[in-house]
């Protein structure tokens, strides 16, 4: 967008942008690049850049400030919610923020109900079955966790990936995300409680020895805190 402000040759603007993205739509980009804009339209684009600049610098000095918060003044939590695959700075306060006190809800799977990430529940007179999530509680921190599950789905050599990869292919993409986001806000509320930070079990030594007694031990393992 700046090389077209700055009346850069078709080319020229080509070259600034990033090879994968131009190797898939070179064609479509050149083609763009070779319209000619009017000085009205250059003005509605200047404009247009200004003002994203503006928000891009308030969204980044907001996220430094509620992170600095969260850090200091929730260290602890937001230390072992950051531990997670897929969740980062953004997600963690947000996650922390919308919760409070994990410690408030006796359970993980009670967590993921009050968030509204559990199915709601129909009865007959002889047939019992499940609809989509009942989405009661905060819509925010429903949001987040789904895309925290999307991010953490991408991290191979993993048991999130392997978690959601088996899901998908039995239940489909949507309802394999809901489900991961489920199971990550479980585990989140488990390590919290406990005090523990998030380990995968492929990244511990092999000679560690598993905690059967463990809540999720047959998901993931943990290491505790000194």
């Known amino acids: 967008m700046q090389g077209i402000l700055e009346g850069k040759f ?17 064609s479509e980009i050149r083609q763009l690049l070779e319209q000619n804009l009017s000085i009205y339209a250059l003005l509605q684009l200047i404009h247009c850049l200004k003002v994203m600049k503006t928000l891009d610098n308030e969204i980044e000095h907001l996220t430094s400030t509620a992170s600095q918060f969260a850090m200091e003044n929730y260290p ?20 922390l923020a919308e919760i409070g006190d994990f410690k408030d809800l006796p359970s993980g799977d009670q967590l993921a109900s009050w968030l509204g990430l559990v199915p709601k529940v129909y009865q007959s007179a002889d047939h019992n079955g499940k609809r989509s999530i009942t989405k009661r509680g905060s819509k925010l921190a429903r949001w987040i966790l789904i895309q925290v599950a999307h991010a953490a789905a991408k991290k191979k050599d993993s048991v999130f990936f392997d978690f959601y990869a088996a899901k998908k292919d039995i239940i489909g993409k949507g309802k394999a995300a809901v489900a ?20 995968d079990k492929y990244a511990r030594p092999k000679k560690q020895i598993k905690n059967e007694n463990s809540q999720n031990s047959s998901f993931l393992h943990y290491r505790r805190s000194n």
């Open 10 to 26: 078709p080319d020229e603007v080509l070259q600034s942008i990033h090879a994968r993205v131009r190797n898939k739509k070179e």
């Open 76 to 95: 602890r939590e937001f230390e072992i919610i950051y531990s997670v695959p897929g969740i980062g700075k953004v997600s963690a306060f947000t996650i």
């Open 180 to 199: 991961f986001a489920k199971k990550i806000i479980a585990i989140v509320w488990h390590l919290v409680v406990n005090d523990e930070v998030y380990e």
